[in-house]
């Protein structure tokens, strides 16, 4: 059998006596976007940073292509083909909005040990970083501290920085929080083209219900820490589960 | 040419660009522009202090690492190039075994304390860095057998180097190479890393960058400059003591010159040495002068007694970084800027 590309096993971590995430169990194809969703501190996020490696997990496993990466630092998995974008933004503040791009392509082209060449002279590098820069429509930004950024192109910067890594899973949390209305849909376009490739696997932590209905192809639901349900969009909406943990209905019956 | 040499990294403002034009002009024509020891000295502990502030600076403000060993490093170089020089024939061959054996050593000991201590919070890193460069001046001191103790080590040097003028360009010319190694190095793809950690570790550590053999590399390449500019200055003084390398003292000077010059930038440690160490020499004398100006009028010639010239050296530290907080660079660029 073949092995997901990305499957959790009873993952756990504990912050003393809170759970913030118990035991979930969960495999991720690729060509398919996921998406979480749960209430405010329900853990979504939390759950990231145990896949990506930015909290070591209390008990479970986290096996990317079959292989366990429990153990492994953050970038290490990075290297393996998991790439993150934050919920809260997580940038280089006062280096130009270029370098924080060409930070990323060159982590994915494994330069940074290069002591001896002159940053400014590997065009390909900058070339693709200003590539990456043009899809989140930050082009004419470039030469602008991070730090100068409106909260709505910070985002789009970090989105940049994830489609810079060029991972095979792309963890996006809450990537259009706080972006205008007419902001939304580059990025939106943007998660529905990685979607498309057939080895591309996409979760996504989004609050909008039209967005997740719009994108998802699979929604998993956790609720204190627990995954709750997990299914078709239409499915996992309707159930009552949903509607009384995520939507605040109380089931009926 | 010139863009290959500065690493693409233009000094980017009229006003600087002429500031650290004068400066090498100054100190590549020291011997013949300013005749005479004393200023030649000075010229020479300029050239040394540029690359030992510089070396600081790649750790200090391109990494964000607080270290206090710097001068420890600094001593190495010294010492192994007096302990040689004093034990062997003094010829080229005990400069170069001196030098070879200090940075190894430097880099030995900068790779374990940077591989032990830098996974830590910087404050405990910081804390470290200073108990072992306590340690290691203490070790010094007592070890007198090995190196002289309080007294120090005096030794000869070999013929070339008996002329003050060949040993000042050996000093000079060392000194500039190396900066513009570490200009290159802060303007590499490394160097941005560097400045990624700075910035956001935990974001560099996402992106794939294990920082931890940043920062540790970042400390070692740090030391082996320290170790080289101490190596060079004990050539140049013919002797190596506690109170010319390992004082903390000093530790505190090159703190200071990175701040007056500005962190981060490289060019600052060229404007921030060559000020500090110009005022250090010259400050009590303009004091004197202007002290005896002034007598007759009341409080004055008190307040300017020669005497006082470390007092009027911290005013001027608070006052700079008080209203430089970005150093000279800093605000020179960001002058330009606006
Ligand atoms: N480092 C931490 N230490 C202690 N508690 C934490 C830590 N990180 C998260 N928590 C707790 O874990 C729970 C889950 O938080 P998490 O941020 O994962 O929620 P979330 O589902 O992403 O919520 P939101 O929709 O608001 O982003 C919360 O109760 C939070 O307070
Ligand atoms: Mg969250």
Redesign the interface.
């Known amino acids: 059998m073949s092995h997901p590309v990305l499957e959790t096993r009873g993952l756990t971590i504990r912050f003393g006596g809170h759970v913030a995430v118990n035991a979930v169990s969960c495999r991720f194809e690729p060509g398919t976007l996921t998406a979480i969703v749960g209430p405010n501190g329900a853990g979504k996020t939390t759950y990231f940073n145990l896949i990506s490696g930015q909290l070591p997990a209390s008990a479970g496993q986290v096996l990317l292509h079959g292989e366990d990466v429990t153990r492994d630092a953050a970038p290490v998995r990075t290297r393996k083909g998991m790439g993150r974008a934050f919920q809260l933004t997580n940038l280089f503040p006062n280096l130009t909005v270029l370098e924080n791009v060409r930070l990323a392509v060159q982590a994915r082209a494994g330069m940074g040990l290069n002591l001896i060449s002159m940053w400014n002279s590997h065009i390909e590098l900058i070339d693709k970083a200003e590539n990456f820069l043009a899809r989140v429509a930050l082009a004419e930004r470039r030469t602008a501290l991070a730090s100068e950024l409106s909260h709505g192109d910070q985002r789009k910067l970090e989105v940049a920085l994830l489609l810079a890594l060029e991972p095979d899973i792309f963890m996006f949390d809450e990537p259009t929080a706080g972006m205008s209305v007419d902001e939304v849909p580059v990025i939106l376009d943007l998660i529905s083209e990685i979607k498309q490739q057939k080895d591309k696997t996409v979760l996504l932590v989004e609050h909008k219900m039209d967005v997740v209905r719009s994108l998802a192809d699979r929604i998993i639901v956790l609720h204190q820490g627990e995954l709750v349900a997990d299914g078709a969009p239409a499915e996992v909406i309707a159930s009552p589960v949903v509607q009384e943990a995520y939507l605040g209905v109380p089931a009926r019956g | 040419m010139i863009a290959?040499l500065l690493?693409?990294d233009a000094p980017r403002s009229r006003i600087l660009s002429a500031l650290l034009l004068a400066i090498l002009v100054a100190l590549a024509l020291a011997p013949f522009l300013f005749p005479g020891t004393r200023p030649l000295d000075v010229a020479a502990k300029v050239c040394v202090f540029v690359l030992l502030v510089a070396s600081y600076d790649l750790l200090l403000g391109y990494t964000g690492i607080v270290s206090f060993a710097h001068t420890m490093f600094f001593g190495i170089g010294g010492y192994g190039v007096a302990i040689a020089l004093s034990r062997m024939e003094p010829g080229w061959g005990a400069i170069a075994l001196g030098t070879v054996a200090a940075v190894a050593l430097s880099l030995a000991l900068s790779f374990l304390v940077g591989l032990f201590s830098l996974r830590v919070k910087a404050i405990f890193f910081a804390m470290i860095t200073l108990a072992v460069a306590s340690f290691f001046a203490i070790l010094a001191s007592q070890l007198s057998d090995f190196t002289g103790g309080e007294d120090g080590i005096t030794f000869k040097v070999p013929e070339l180097l008996r002329s003050r003028v060949a040993t000042y360009y050996l000093v000079f010319g060392v000194a500039l190479g190396l900066f513009l190694v570490l200009l290159?190095?802060v303007?590499?793809?490394?160097?941005?890393?560097l400045?990624?950690i700075r910035?956001?570790e935990?974001?560099?550590?996402?992106?794939?960058?294990?920082?931890v053999?940043?920062r540790t590399?970042a400390n070692c390449l740090g030391a082996v400059v320290a170790t080289l500019a101490g190596a060079l200055y004990a050539l140049w003084l013919r002797y190596t003591g506690p109170n010319t390398t390992l004082d903390f003292s000093i530790m505190i000077d090159i703190l200071l010159m990175v701040v007056i010059g500005g962190m981060g930038t490289m060019y600052g440690a060229v404007i921030g040495a060559a000020i500090f160490v110009v005022a250090q020499n010259y400050l009590q004398e303009a004091m004197k002068a202007f002290s005896g100006a002034m007598q007759g009028i009341p409080l004055l010639p008190d307040l300017f007694h020669p005497d006082r010239w470390l007092l009027w050296l911290g005013v001027l530290f608070v006052l700079s970084v008080y209203y430089f907080p970005a150093g000279i660079v800093g605000q020179l660029r960001a002058r330009k800027k606006a």
């Open positions: 290959g690493s693409g290159r190095i303007n590499s793809p490394f160097g941005r890393v400045l990624a910035e956001n935990f974001r560099a550590e996402a992106l794939g960058y294990r920082t053999i940043y590399l």
